[in-house]
């Protein structure tokens, strides 16, 4: 027997849906239409056009009122209006629309005078740094999916080792961990190149997303902007990121600047893992050239979770870049080079202290950028292009009789190569600003050493899209986008594998999204994405022990494309004191690409085994928090996500690595020269797992922070934070580290320096 309220069948949501539509379009009409007093009042007529003041662009459907009265209408597509039957004599024009300041226009009208007048609004002080560029070319300012900035302050606080340990338990983020310093975030359950992770705009070039054990290659430190997308954010970059995109963003190119010179000194210290790392950027700037150069150092040693030390986490990490930009009437752009060197440990055998796992990473990079604006049609377009080698050694390291011996099990050795061309256009006919974009990906990788488990491989990806948006309404716009994409892959030989073999693909990707602001307090937004991804090098190829990973790792050349339909809602609200937004998503996969734990242990090697199988798979979950300001300075914020995932196609089993329910909570008081707060983290026991795979306990985390801001010769900011304030031992979900007892960090005192000049 089964209770509850009696769902509508689909004839019956179809008719409320078409109802609501016809009353939501009939209200809107209403208000616009002139009274019967106001029929016979006049009959003057004006006409013209609304367009904004800055850049001159036509604004489509904002309403246009006589002050007084109900005649009113709302401009068309291209920005024209008309009004008739006007009062003689003196009127005033009121022009409104959502994320324009009020404009009011007098003007004296005559019986039967026809008056054209245009009208020039302007924007609201809209602040760029709210604005997500990620997930839009165009930087309107209207989401279509759930997205986050971290930026100044904001990323201070968070200042941590890796990039996924920073983000680890924002919303819909969790952390995939061999360690601290090879950890990478996971957004909705969705790991590897189901996300991006994004070096100003342009993929990183390094193995991050391959494997557990493989770091993202830029410090925390270097970066002073991360932009999160959640949810379908793929045609800008690529087709195969359903999941979201992280774009870590430096200053490395000069792109706003002051005469003379700026700069800021930081360094951070914590006392878990004995680490210390400073940094230093300085920039010089004259009127219309600048350069600027940078220099990062982080070393620690090994972590202590409370049940002991854990041998293989510590790293050693130096970066450097030197850049210059140029700015000169409608022109600006730049170059840098910036190079790294990185080694930290693995997690091998925690009881044979004579035996670790060594991870060398050397990087080099050059990155350019170009801006412009011209008087045309395409009126704006940036040219990024980014290159890089890539080399990443597994070394396995044995001491016997005093001796030591490394043998290099494995190494990948990646030339990249990145570039997209973004060119906007005005807005025409329906349509509001859009862009049109060419992204290019080429990249080389060989793979040599002692346990080369895959072939080389050779890649290339061109990629054709667009991105428009619709003003359906003055509060009602709906967003298109496609994405066409040549790829060819090519396995070539090595001392793995005599394999010669090339694959191509054809693909397409695209988004329908729809943005609604029914008030100034409320924005809604959904989209519905289809993304396509080719299978990576080791999900076909694969076959032997991956010594960094900590696997026996099995491909399978018969894998399926992965094809992926996701659907993203979120609502936000805010009213100056409290704040809130909720986001749920759906995704479903035809080819779900799975790393199935097998329960076997290769007998050479000792690792467990895993295959790489494909399967139909569906993801769905969601994500909500409420930021109030409580009194003064007081503010708290909430939040809670989910993810649940299983195979739907020949086996119905939970997929691996989920992260469990969360919930996290903080409260902050900032008195101007500092603040102090508290926040908690409650996860729950992780028992919806694939079969052969661990479950987890649930744990609960408590935190502080406090913070000191000292002007003076600049800004000196002082952070104190303290990580798992009672010493709990607690296993994450996502932790590759196995069979390991509470293989997390126990208590941690963080202390951080900013000086900014």
Request: contains cysteine; hydrophobic residues 35%.
């Amino acid at each position: 027997m089964t209770c509850g309220i009696v769902q509508p069948t689909m004839l019956e949501k179809m008719k409320i849906i078409s109802i609501t539509a016809i009353l939501f379009f009939s209200f809107n009409v209403f208000i616009c239409l002139p009274s019967d007093a106001d029929l016979i009042a006049g009959d003057g007529t004006i006409r013209g056009q609304v367009t904004t003041k800055a850049e001159r662009e036509t604004v489509p459907f904002i309403n246009i009122m006589i002050d007084g009265t109900r005649i009113g209408t709302f401009t068309d597509a291209a920005g024209y209006f008309k009004l008739s039957n006007i009062p003689e004599g003196n009127n005033t024009l009121v022009i409104r629309g959502m994320g324009f300041e009020v404009a009011r226009i007098d003007f004296n009208i005559g019986e039967k005078e026809e008056l054209e007048i245009h009208i020039e609004v302007a924007y609201k002080g809209i602040d760029l740094e709210e604005i997500v560029i990620t997930s839009s070319p165009t930087a309107r300012g209207f989401r279509y999916q759930p997205d986050n900035i971290y930026l100044g302050e904001e990323l201070q606080k968070r200042a941590e080792i890796s990039f996924g340990e920073m983000l680890d338990g924002e919303p819909g983020i969790a952390m995939r961990s061999m360690g601290p310093t090879p950890s990478r975030p996971v957004i909705r359950g969705l790991d590897g190149d189901r996300i991006l992770i994004l070096h100003n705009g342009e993929r990183m070039g390094d193995v991050s997303e391959t494997s557990a054990g493989h770091a993202v290659s830029l410090d925390p430190l270097s970066a002073n902007r991360v932009e999160v997308v959640r949810g379908p954010a793929s045609l800008l970059y690529g087709s195969s990121a359903i999941g979201g995109v992280i774009n870590l963003m430096t200053a490395d190119i000069p792109d706003e600047w002051d005469k003379g010179g700026t700069g800021v000194v930081s360094a951070q210290g914590a006392s878990n893992n004995n680490m210390g790392a400073g940094f230093g950027r300085y920039t010089w700037g004259t009127d219309n050239l600048a350069a600027s150069g940078r220099f990062g150092y982080r070393k620690s040693g090994d972590v202590r979770s409370p049940e002991g030390i854990i041998p293989g986490t510590w790293m050693n990490n130096y970066d450097g870049s030197l850049g210059f930009g140029f700015r000169k009437d409608k022109l600006n752009g730049g170059l840098n080079v910036s190079m790294g060197r990185n080694s930290y440990g693995i997690p091998e055998e925690l009881d044979d202290p004579f035996e670790s796992v060594e991870v060398r990473i050397r990087q080099q990079l050059i990155q350019g950028r170009l801006n412009f604006r011209v008087n045309d049609f395409f009126d704006k377009a940036q040219l990024r292009i980014n290159g890089s080698r890539f080399l990443h050694q597994e070394i396995e390291i044995e001491i016997e009789d005093g001796e030591v011996d490394e043998d290099m099990e494995i190494q990948f050795d990646k030339l990249n190569f990145s570039s997209t061309l973004t060119i906007q256009h005005r807005p025409v006919g329906i349509f509001d600003r859009g862009a049109f974009g060419l992204n290019l990906y080429g990249r080389v990788m060989e793979v040599s050493g002692d346990d080369a488990f895959t072939p080389n491989e050779e890649r290339f990806n061109a990629g054709l899209f667009t991105f428009q948006e619709v003003p359906l309404t003055t509060r009602l716009r709906l967003q298109l986008g496609v994405r066409l994409d040549f790829l060819r892959a090519t396995a070539f030989p090595n001392d793995f594998s005599d394999m010669n073999q090339s694959r191509d693909a054809f693909v397409y990707s695209g988004s329908f999204g729809l943005n609604y602001r029914p008030a100034e307090s409320v924005e809604v937004g959904g989209q519905v994405a289809r993304s396509h991804r080719y299978p990576m090098l080791e999900e076909l190829f694969a076959h032997g022990p991956h010594l960094c990973a900590g696997l026996y790792e099995i491909g399978s050349v018969n894998l399926n494309d992965e094809i992926g339909y996701g659907t993203d809602l979120f609502a936000r609200w805010g009213n100056g004191v409290i704040s809130a937004e909720v986001a749920g998503f759906w995704n479903y996969f035809t080819n779900y690409i799975i790393m199935q734990p097998t329960g076997e242990t290769d007998a050479g090697s000792g690792l467990p085994v895993v295959e790489y199988q494909g399967d139909r798979a569906r993801l769905y979950g969601g994500e909500a928090s409420v930021s109030w300001n409580v009194t003064g300075g007081l503010k708290t914020v909430m939040s809670v996500d989910y993810v649940n995932g299983r195979r739907t196609g020949s086996e119905s089993h939970y997929l691996p690595f989920m992260p469990p329910f969360r919930f996290s909570g903080t409260a902050e008081y900032d008195f101007g020269s500092g603040w102090i707060g508290s926040r908690v983290r409650a996860v729950s026991a992780q028992n919806l797992v694939a079969p052969d795979e661990l479950a987890t306990e649930g744990y609960v985390l408590l935190g502080i922070n406090a913070g000191y801001r000292l002007n003076g010769a600049g800004q000196h900011v002082i952070i104190l934070r303290v990580d798992n304030l009672l010493n709990t031992s607690y296993r994450d979900h996502l932790t590759r580290i196995e069979e390991r007892n509470f293989p997390m960090p126990g208590r941690n005192f963080n202390l951080a320096y900013r000086w900014f000049f």
